[in-house]
């Protein structure tokens, strides 16, 4: 119960129902907030504590200063949490073991359950194994069991275990698109209280659900986790900015065109860390389905979130997608009560400005490596020209090959290279050369869950067939939804069939080629390719177009809306003008542009309008938990706590709590610590995460060979991110990662000062000759240590190494809250010193005095003293970054899920 300083708590009727709610008006200045600010300040009123929460955060916020620094810090606490597959899995491994330590100390482990809505799709582990035929999507689906099934059967054990917690089973949709259409609220209700409904989520595009008005953005797992079990996120107060929308879309314009003119115009600005909020009288003609593909793009233009408030389009798109007319009226009754319906007329203050008219938006397409690299559709083929050098070698020359750099190389006088390659196959003989498209997926919930774009590609597919056009026969096609909702209505509409004899027949309800699960080309496709080295190209509807992201053996990926995807494998080629060269000849012998098949924008609205209706989700939706039969017969612990198979390699028992007693020990100075690794600056959480693939000649291979898997069935980092005996052999193993304490070395590698001299070997295999003899670890760092990403193993990999304290000169704030969460101290150095100044080599054995005293509070500093090889000390004082009083009681507890387990056991 809020202490509620402000008396902001009343009582709002909505028909014949009553909710408590806090309104935002009690506080001066809540006027002038910008819509984002407005749901953080009714966050920040309903979860005042008077410590972690207290009425000078809400006051700050309310007096938030647009044009100032952000400096304030907030604690943030999420209505729900949203999960997928990959990032999930660690989240329940935690809750499973939680379980089990509730019981060791005498505890009900019925009791251990999410504290806030947890819900989980399992959306990224299809891959197109198998596409082109009417069976592709039944086949596809039996080779993601086969390849998953440890990790389906712990999930499924999960869903009937835990309450709160949710599992959407696989074949069903992609994890944001399934959460705009159904598990979204954007009110929440709750033990009688109505409040935003704001989301955090294990995947970076959650802010797709900014498009409905619900504000939230992707975390790590540890934040997640924090969240499930009902504590708070540190943030600071951020700036916002404001993009004003004018006018409308043209004829010809998708909303893909919309999102990359919008990508490219707010990397150029930059927003990094920024909330982006759109406003102004061009909201309203924004389709909920534009603005949902808007906000999922968040963080390819870097912002936290991308946000529309709510308004009649969002009511509109709650009664088509189902949502009660209860629930619909609450929503606009309490967004008008709390003065966060949107107002064309007002502008709120804003710490910087950017304005877009939607009529000078024009077709165009982002590539070869980067999602802001937009190209106008006219200039496609020149551009191509042009970056292709950079991947290719020339007679004329040798120029840069894969990976390109971001230096434009050209070919001269613009030519382009040629390396044709034969290629016999049986649907013919044919030729593959550079810049042909080998890939063609309309993929990924940011363009399929907008229907315009959806009917759009089928229609103009539907017109090529007509026209007597086919696919060209190297293009890899695919067809993978966000929903079944979208195969609903194009079967509906007739369009089905258009699309399935072009090839682009369903593969699969999932991410696939988006995350790089395009699966293997066609064996004489991969020879061509090889053989001639070719910069072939990979076309999708995606969000990431990253170099090596696709497919491997794909050097240029441009994302493009779904139709021009489907038109781009009608050409085969990127060397090719859509505008205004032929795609091909038609039944008359006669050529066919794309302009003569691209469908009316009116008569793709009608399409739409007549065949997609709120029944379909009440449909599709209505047993969106259940799963189909093999789901359901897999067999499963039916116990509160997990029967732990000692054979699996994907989800193993994690060890945060073994040995814990019910009340957490003093904690107490750090003595005779070894530095595991000294490390420059910006470090980030992929240099110290797990990822990609397992090499066969590292710790986490040699770990997996010894539990009988041959090195074919290794698998990635991510699928085996619930066994920690993988992930913790893989933390600070990146192979660009630079340990100074092993200078000349790229990887995991540091010196092993247990053994005479400190010979160099691998980082894990020397922390665990440091945990046999019992010597605590320490981490020296530069500037902004943890930053990108926020990885919950990059914190947790850490802990399980030893480390019991990190000292850096700056953090990326996340990181930093991580690190606590774990149990690990951050500590930074004095204002103007680093290790370089203190002339540290890490050779030193490190104390850490005063440690002790956080028992009773938070000391602003310790006193660190390195001793070198020769006796020489060096001393100097080390700030705490325990910057809030939660902060330290997750420290004393040894970390946020002891924290939460101590509190289970004592309630």
């Given amino acids: 119960m809020s202490t509620d300083s402000f008396g902001a708590r009343e009582t709002l009727r909505v028909g014949d129902d009553e909710y408590d709610i806090y309104r935002i008006d009690k506080v001066d200045g809540h006027d002038r907030l910008p819509y984002s600010l407005k749901v953080l300040l009714e966050n920040l009123l309903r979860n005042e504590d008077g410590a972690n929460i207290t009425a000078d955060h809400i006051r700050a916020l309310g007096a938030w200063d647009a044009a100032a620094k952000p400096s304030t810090e907030i604690q943030f606490t999420p ?72 990790r389906y059967q712990f999930l499924r054990w999960g869903q009937t275990a835990f309450d709160e917690f949710k599992v959407v089973p696989p074949g069903t949709g992609i994890v944001h698109q399934v959460n705009i259409e159904h598990l979204a609220r954007v009110v929440m209700v709750r033990d009688g209280a109505a409040y935003p409904d704001t989301c955090v989520g294990t995947d970076s595009h959650t802010t797709m659900e900014n498009g409905i008005g619900v504000l939230g953005w992707g975390v790590g797992g540890i934040e997640a986790e924090a969240a499930m079990l009902g504590q708070p996120i540190s943030m600071l107060i951020p700036r916002v900015l404001g993009f004003k929308l004018t006018g409308d879309l043209p004829a010809g314009a998708t909303a893909t065109d919309l999102v990359l003119t919008i990508t490219e115009t707010l990397r150029e600005h930059g927003v990094v860390g920024k909330f982006v909020e759109f406003y102004g009288d061009g909201v309203a003609s924004v389709p909920v389905a534009d603005r949902a593909t808007l906000g999922n793009m968040s963080p390819e233009f870097g912002s936290t979130c991308a946000i529309f408030p709510i308004d009649e389009r969002t009511i509109e798109y709650l009664r088509l997608t189902g949502r009660s007319e209860e629930q619909i009226s609450l929503v606009e009754t309490y967004a008008k009560t709390q003065g966060i319906w949107h107002d064309p007329s007002r502008e709120a203050a804003y710490s910087e400005y950017l304005e877009l008219d939607l009529s000078t938006v024009v077709p165009s397409i982002a590539g070869p490596k980067r999602p802001q690299d937009r190209i106008k559709l006219d200039e496609a083929d020149y551009r191509w020209r042009r970056d292709v050098a950079n991947y290719v070698t020339t007679d004329e020359g040798s120029v840069e ?83 079944q909702v979208v195969t ?98 038609g039944h008359d012998g006669r050529d066919v542009y794309m302009r003569d098949i691209w469908p009316d924008q009116e008569d793709i609205r009608s399409v739409v309008d007549s065949n997609i209706g709120r029944e379909m989700f009440l449909e599709e939706y209505a047993s969106v938990f259940e799963g189909d039969d093999t789901w359901k017969s897999l067999p499963i612990p039916t116990g509160d706590t997990f029967e732990w198979d000692d054979a699996s390699t994907y989800a193993r028992k994690a060890p945060y709590f073994d040995g814990m007693p019910a009340r957490p020990a003093p904690v107490e100075d750090v003595q005779g610590a070894r530095v595991l690794a000294k490390l420059g600056d910006s470090v980030t959480t992929d240099h110290i995460s797990p ?60 010196r092993d000062f247990t053994r005479p001299d400190g010979p160099v070997t691998t980082i894990y295999d020397a922390a665990q000759h440091y945990a046999a003899e019992g010597t605590p670890l320490v981490v020296l760092a530069g500037t902004e240590y943890g930053t990108g990403s926020s990885r919950d193993w990059a914190a947790k990999g850490t802990r399980l190494l030893g480390v019991k304290a990190v000292i850096a000169e700056s953090y990326e704030r996340i990181h930093r809250s991580n690190l606590i969460g774990m149990g690990v101290l951050p500590l930074q150095f004095p204002e103007g010193e680093s290790h370089q100044s203190l002339a540290l080599t890490g050779e030193e054995t490190i104390s850490i005095s005063g440690i002790a005293a956080i028992n009773d509070g938070i000391p602003e500093t310790v006193s660190v003293t390195a001793t070198a090889p020769d006796g020489t000390e060096t001393a100097f004082q080390a700030v705490v970054r325990l910057d809030t009083p939660g902060e330290a009681e997750y420290y004393r507890n040894g970390g946020i899920l002891q924290y939460v387990l101590r509190g289970l056991l004592a309630d």
């Fill in 488 to 585: 609903g209505y194009l079967q509906r509409a007739g369009l089905t069939s258009y699309l399935d004899k072009l090839g682009f027949n369903l593969v699969g309800y999932g991410c696939t080629t988006c995350i790089g699960n395009s699966g293997p080309l066609p064996d004489e496709i991969s020879r061509a390719v090889h053989d001639g080295d070719l910069a072939v190209t990979s076309v999708l509807s995606g969000n990431r177009n990253f170099e090596g992201r696709i497919n491997p053996e794909v050097k240029m990926n441009y994302l493009a809306s779904p139709p021009l995807v489907v038109a781009y494998a009608l050409a085969g080629t990127m060397d090719l003008n859509l505008t205004t060269d032929p795609l091909g000849k």
């Fill in 79 to 150: 209505a729900r949490v949203i999960m997928q597959d990959f990032t999930g899995v660690p989240c329940v491994v935690d809750l499973a073991t939680m379980r089990e330590a509730v019981r060791d100390l005498g505890g009900d482990p019925a009791k251990v359950n999410p504290l806030a809505p947890a819900e989980l799709v399992i959306d990224h582990s299809v891959i197109v194994d198998y596409f082109g035929h009417p069976d592709s999507f039944k086949r596809n689906v039996e080779r993601e069991y086969q390849r998953n099934r440890e």
């Fill in 401 to 483: 090959s894969f990976p390109a750099s971001d230096s434009p190389a050209e070919t001269p006088n613009g030519a382009r290279p040629h390396n044709p390659q034969p290629v016999k196959s049986e649907t013919g003989d044919f030729e593959v050369d550079h810049g042909a498209v080998v890939i063609a997926a309309i993929t990924s919930c940011t363009n399929t869950s907008n229907p315009y774009v959806m009917v759009g590609a089928a229609m103009l597919a539907k017109n090529a067939v007509e026209a007597g056009l086919d696919v060209k026969p190297w293009v890899k096609t695919s067809l993978a939804p966000g929903s």
């Fill in 691 to 750: 990822a990609g693939a397992i090499k066969a000649d590292s710790p986490a291979g040699d770990y997996l060979k010894s539990q009988g898997v041959g090195p074919a069935d290794f698998n990635s980092y991510g699928s085996r991110r619930g066994n920690h005996e993988v992930m913790v052999r893989g933390t600070f193993a990146n192979i660009r990662l630079r340990n100074q304490l092993a200078p000349g070395t790229e990887g995991g590698w540091t």
